[in-house]
């Protein structure tokens, strides 16, 4: 009777969805948790060990080099189906295996691989170790023999010991040296060139353009044109000679470096990003190494088919697109929801329109996407090419995939969204509000402007964060009208009109996919999968951040109207 009595009280409800939304915050903070262990353990700089393994196979002795990157337990049963089925040197049920990163993948051909603890005979952590992070074939592992400028061997050294004073300030000398050249060369190739090239191209449009229409004086506007071409094609070809003189001094350096197996292997400088010697270095300087390499995969763009490097493009991308696409579905939204509910006569039409877009809330993503590629980009943007870029046919400008198309699919996909979420709101404004700011002589026109929006505007907020909650995670879509798994330039830079809404672009989303099931080098790959993925949720958590704070002021502001 008890229990009946405190179930009709309703007591227990408030218990149940108290248990509900605790397990529900338990539930995310696991998932960040897991997402954030595994991401960032990735960038802490790991000891490198040294040992000897009797492989299994082939009973040969191995040197082997690399850091440690997983562990697990394994039983003989699991080691017999992964084809070791040679008697091991210690028998025993359960056997510990480790992943190594090996590193030097253009000289050995593999990046990690699995080694038995048991098999390991001896092993050390040699001081002198080095690890280059390069821009072509992932890090390197291995011992300095031999600096050369040019032609030149300018220090020398043996053994697995320390670097000495002498050697590593030749080394650091030109290292530095050839970080700066190749600073140069970026900033010659991906400013100063492509600027030059982007402003020849729209010369070479413009002049088909005047031959083309013929408008009054265009041969004197050709004249001017080919005279400014001219002018750019002689600064080009400055640049070039610049960029070539550099490539020539930034090629000229190199170390040769020894692997664990006794190869000599020489590296150009300038295919080196970072060195490190990650078994000199303390707690302190771990921990500064762990925020270099965690900023550069903030900040750099990827490489190595987007298994190193950063993810700065993707995120730019990201959040442009939602900027984009909230500055276009606002207005939309709450347009369509004041005129259902302020204007329109709530007959048949109305509750069909109101059910359309309930359904619509429902539609699957891909969908869009498809009808964004079929009415976007080939409908509208083909169009756009047929009536303001003729010239540059049959290429597309914006008949084709990109920013813009990316933001209005998602804007449509969204606005179901908007609109029943301001209807709500438009809806506990009380009447008489409206009554009496008419009976006060405002029009109907101010009573909206200033009584009803601002009333609402806290329900529109509403709205807009869960439409960018969605929107910023979306991917099928996409794939479809604009992200691509590699953008050279960025949608906004240097070139007028500065924000190309025509061109492609990277997506956080897209690039969890990518990375994860499109990736040549899974081992590579997988801890970035988890560092996007935790920074997806990071960069949805910001934007819905700011929302919520700009709803909670005016839902302060307009307090007395809300309800």
């Known amino acids: 009777m008890k229990i009946r009595a405190w179930l009709k009280s309703g007591d227990a409800f408030i218990w149940v969805n108290a248990a509900a939304a605790s397990a529900s915050i338990i ?8 997402l954030f262990v595994n991401a960032f353990d990735h960038f802490w700089p790991s000891d490198v060990r040294a040992f000897s393994y009797v492989d299994p196979r082939s009973q040969q002795v191995m040197q082997v080099l690399g850091s440690t990157v997983d562990e697990e337990t394994v039983s003989q049963e699991q080691l017999v189906g992964a084809g070791i089925d040679k008697p091991l040197m210690v028998e025993k049920p359960l056997y510990h295996r480790t992943l190594v990163k090996l590193g030097n993948r253009d000289v050995t051909g593999v990046d990690f691989a699995w080694f038995i ?12 170790v080095m690890q280059f992070e390069r821009k072509e074939w992932g890090d390197f592992f291995g011992f300095l023999r031999e600096v050369r400028r040019g032609d030149e061997v300018v220090a020398v050294h043996q053994g697995e010991d320390i670097l000495t004073e002498e050697t590593r300030a030749v080394f650091d000398e030109l290292f ?16 100063v060139i492509a600027s030059i090239n982007y402003r020849v191209e729209q010369i070479r449009l413009s002049l088909l353009r005047l031959e083309r229409d013929q408008p009054a004086g265009w041969e004197v506007l050709r004249q001017q044109l080919i005279g400014e071409r001219e002018m750019l094609q ?8 610049q960029l070539f003189a550099q490539y020539e001094a930034i090629e000229r350096d190199s170390v040769v470096m020894q692997t664990m197996d006794g190869r000599l292997v020489e590296i150009p400088l300038s295919k080196i990003l970072r060195v490190l010697t990650p078994n000199q270095l303390n707690g302190v300087q771990k921990l500064g190494s762990y925020f270099v390499k965690f900023w550069a995969f903030l900040s750099e763009s990827p490489r190595e088919a987007n298994t190193e490097g950063g993810i700065f493009p993707a995120i730019f991308g990201t959040v442009l697109m939602v900027i984009i696409m909230t500055v276009v579905m606002m207005p939309m939204g709450v347009i369509a929801a004041l005129y259902m509910h302020e204007y329109a006569n709530q007959g048949a ?3 069909f329109i109101r059910i359309a877009i309930n359904n619509l809330a429902g539609v699957p993503s891909i969908v869009y996407g498809v009808f964004g ?11 756009i090419d047929t009536l303001f870029y003729p010239e540059v046919l049959p290429a597309p400008t914006f008949g084709t995939p990109g920013l813009l198309w990316a933001s209005l699919t998602l804007a449509l996909l969204t606005l179901p969204v908007v609109i029943v979420s301001t209807e709500e709101g438009l809806s506990r404004i009380p009447r008489e ?8 002589g405002a029009t109907r026109a101010e009573t909206l402007r200033h009584i009803i929006l601002p009333s609402a505007s806290p329900a529109m907020m509403t709205g807009m964060i869960l439409a960018v909650a969605r929107a910023a995670g979306e991917v099928a879509p996409l794939m479809l009208v604009g992200v691509v798994k590699l953008a050279p330039t960025l949608p906004l830079n240097g070139n007028f009109p500065y924000l190309h809404l025509e061109q492609k672009f990277m997506h956080l989303g897209f690039h969890i996919y990518d990375v994860g099931f499109q990736s040549p080098n899974i081992e590579a790959g997988r801890p970035l999968v988890f560092a996007t993925a935790f920074l997806l949720v990071v960069v949805i958590v910001a934007l819905n951040w700011m929302a919520v704070l700009l709803r909670n002021r005016l839902r302060e502001k307009y307090q007395a109207n809300d309800v």
């Open 176 to 191: 530095a040296r050839a970080r700066v050249i190749d600073n140069d060369i970026n900033r010659l190739e991906k400013k």
């Open 433 to 440: 509000l409206r009554e009496g700011s008419l009976a006060l």
């Open 117 to 128: 603890e048991e098999q390991v005979t001896a092993q050390h952590y040699p001081d002198g």
């Open 27 to 34: 539930a995310v903070l696991g998932l960040l948790l897991i």
């Open 234 to 241: 002689a600064s080009f070809e400055v640049a070039k000679k």
């Open 349 to 351: 039409f109305i509750r």
């Open 373 to 383: 590629l079929g009415f976007f980009v080939y409908m509208i943007g083909g169009s």
